[in-house]
């Protein structure tokens, strides 16, 4: 029995492991589609949590376990199903732990299999951009009512822009790549945008925007579609699930669904911000979340949409800059390309604001 097997098994409920496979594209986690002898649930999720990035595991478990039964309590209380709502549920090993933990440290956790469903890295059409907005305002509006502070924040300063600010100035100094015309032009984006940055942080300690349970990571591809309907049914990758402000959510959903060419093109001159697919991902957004958006949130969602993608670039810039210790990368300039992608939509985006304050302006009538 290899080893992924091996630790597959501690979470089959003593069925066999039939077969255990890659799956998904995900950046931090190796994720593994795991099959096993049970006619019922045939398959599951194995992964292997990334403790260089998430350094209290345990604590992410934690989280999981918390807001997950508080969806799937407001779930059993709803008197009308629209449409299927999937909740993907923390597996136990037979010794009833919610984690395996092997002699080398690495943390291995099981989370069940969303069936009939698949997940799609770039929006197909605007059907599907509608089915991607209203995945993410569905699971805001379920934990809209879950105090923030019952949650640990497992990724301290993660969407906290001007905190990647700050480690990419303690980066840049000790970096020792060459100073090619793609690296200038990203030392100069940042340079001209790092007094904006703040914008967020700013509205949230003056108290104009408020904490609230956020998913950390709505891109397109952690949207399940069920492969029957083509509805959303679910939103997976919870790792990231924290207390935050719902603009980094809705700017990051809009970001990884608005740009046709997909954040890993290397023509990253071609990327353009789609308003046609921003106005459907936020009318699907709001069909479910506009019950608890304030004046003041709606007042940020621009910038939200806007900082998200500068954030994303600056984090992939940094960790160029610092020999790519953060992001899986697949060659030596990966990082860089991803940077200029971000880059490249963010200034889109800077170029179409008046349209999409438009938008935003007449989704909230």
């Known amino acids: 029995m290899d080893r992924l097997t091996t630790i597959a098994q501690q979470f089959a409920a003593s069925k066999e492991v039939i077969a255990v496979r890659a799956f998904g594209s995900g950046n931090i986690n190796d994720t593994f589609l795991v099959t096993i002898a049970d006619k019922t649930t045939p398959h599951f999720v194995l992964q292997r949590i990334d403790t260089h990035v998430f350094q209290q595991p345990a604590l992410v478990m934690q989280n999981m376990q918390i807001f997950t039964q508080h969806i799937s309590d407001k779930l059993s209380k709803e008197t009308t199903t629209e449409r299927r709502w999937a909740v993907p549920q923390v597996l136990f090993t037979l010794a009833g732990a919610d984690s395996w933990v092997e002699p080398d440290g690495s943390f291995w956790r099981a989370i069940s299999f969303i069936d009939d469903s698949e997940s799609i890295d770039i929006i197909q059409d605007i059907q599907h951009g509608r089915e991607v907005g209203y995945a993410l305002g569905r699971f805001h509006s379920l934990i809209s009512d879950l105090d923030p502070a019952r949650l640990?924040?497992?990724?301290?300063?993660?969407?906290?822009?001007?905190?990647y600010l700050e480690h990419y100035h303690r980066v840049l100094p000790t970096t020792k790549v060459e100073r090619d015309p793609d690296v200038e032009y990203c030392l100069k984006f940042v340079q001209e945008r790092q007094e904006w940055a703040r914008v967020l942080e700013d509205a949230?300690?003056?108290?104009?925007?408020?904490?609230?349970?956020?998913?950390?990571?709505?891109?397109?591809?952690?949207?399940?579609?069920?492969?029957?309907?083509?509805?959303?049914?679910?939103?997976?990758?919870?790792?990231?699930?924290?207390?935050?402000?719902?603009?980094?959510?809705?700017?990051?959903?809009?970001?990884?669904?608005?740009?046709?060419?997909?954040?890993?093109?290397?023509?990253?001159?071609?990327?353009?911000?789609?308003?046609?697919?921003?106005?459907?991902?936020?009318?699907?957004?709001?069909?479910?979340?506009?019950?608890?958006?304030?004046?003041q949130d709606y007042l940020y969602l621009f910038d939200g949409i806007r900082l998200i993608a500068l954030e994303l670039g600056l984090r992939f810039f940094t960790d160029y800059l610092a020999g790519s210790v953060y992001f899986k990368v697949k060659y030596p300039q990966h990082n860089l390309d991803r940077a200029l992608v971000q880059f490249q939509l963010t200034a889109s985006i800077e170029a179409q604001e008046t349209t999409i304050r438009s938008i935003i302006e007449e989704l909230r009538a």
Not at 152 to 163: M, Q
Not at 251 to 267: A, Q, V, Y
Request: net charge negative; aromatic share 6%.
């Open 152 to 163: 640990a924040d497992t990724l301290e300063g993660f969407h906290i822009t001007p905190k």
């Open 204 to 295: 949230k300690n003056d108290g104009l925007l408020t904490l609230r349970p956020i998913h950390g990571d709505p891109k397109v591809n952690n949207i399940m579609i069920c492969t029957t309907t083509q509805q959303a049914i679910g939103i997976v990758d919870l790792d990231t699930v924290k207390p935050g402000l719902v603009h980094y959510d809705i700017g990051d959903c809009l970001r990884s669904g608005c740009n046709p060419l997909g954040e890993e093109t290397k023509d990253w001159k071609q990327v353009q911000f789609d308003p046609h697919m921003c106005r459907a991902i936020l009318e699907g957004y709001l069909s479910q979340a506009s019950g608890f958006l304030t004046a």
